[in-house]
């Protein structure tokens, strides 16, 4: 998260960190007791090993009463994604078992209705993504609040230029912006999670290319077939 600030600690219970060896590599949510949302593209540098899945976290590092290391049963990327575009960047992750729900630890509601939110409402994203152009990783959650931007300005010329489907929504990204290690994680507005970070361009910070997010609605079906089979 680029120009944000850190995170009151643990007031976003659904959020995940997905980790290989013991590293942060991409953001994520809890939908489900057992399930947990994120980006397929995570998936890229995996070479055969599969991601654990910390919950209850605030500290990456540090010890917390309610923090949990998940093992994964099953990791679904949606069958339309694919590394040479952003097209249907959406991941399921199974649960080993069913996460033990407290406080610090809780389902985050996802939008259903396809609609899109109106330009200019202000959303939040959260992460353990880099906070400086630079790269540092932080270890607390940080988070930044960002204003929807309409489609037509996202697929302007000079902005993504025609790519954004309406399956996708943008936020912009004049120095408060989602970087490397917050794809996955949600883009909250009113509570309710209306999509998923995606690394898109992987440029970070700069105004000329928004922030874009899958957006969730138009996969409800998908994700309610994949968690009831
Ligand atoms: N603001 C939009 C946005 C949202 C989420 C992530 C990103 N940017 C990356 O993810 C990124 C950036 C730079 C080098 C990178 N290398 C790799 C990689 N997988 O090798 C990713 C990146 C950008």
Redesign the pocket.
């Known amino acids: 998260i680029l120009g944000g600030y850190e995170a009151k600690p643990h007031l976003r219970p659904y959020m995940a960190s997905l980790q290989l060896d013991g590293q942060h590599v991409c953001g994520g949510f809890l939908i489900a007791e057992q399930w947990v949302l994120s980006a397929a593209h995570c998936t ?2 995996m070479d055969g090993r599969v991601f654990q899945v910390l919950l209850g976290a605030h500290s990456l590092r540090e010890p917390e009463p309610h923090k949990r290391l998940y093992r994964v049963r099953a990791q679904i990327p949606h069958p339309g994604s694919n590394i040479h575009n952003n097209k249907d960047d959406l991941l399921l992750l199974q649960l080993e078992e069913k996460a033990e729900l407290n406080a610090h630890v809780r389902v985050l509601p996802w939008q259903r209705e396809d609609r899109d939110v109106a330009a200019d409402t202000v959303c939040e994203v959260a992460g353990w ?1 880099t906070i400086s152009h630079s790269g540092r990783r932080p270890d607390k959650l940080y988070q930044v609040e960002r204003p929807v931007i309409s489609r037509d300005v996202c697929n302007h010329r000079t902005r993504h230029d025609g790519t954004i489907t309406e399956k996708m929504m943008c936020t912009d ?1 004049r120095k408060k ?4 290690g ?2 996955g994680g949600p883009l909250v507005c009113s509570g309710v999670a209306e999509g998923v ?4 361009s ?3 910070g700069n105004y000329k290319k928004p ?2 997010y899958t957006r969730i609605a138009p996969y409800a079906a998908w994700i309610d077939g994949v968690m009831a089979s």
């Open positions: 890229e540098e993504g990204s912006d989602t970087c490397k917050d794809s970070v995606t690394a898109g992987r440029v970070c922030a874009i």
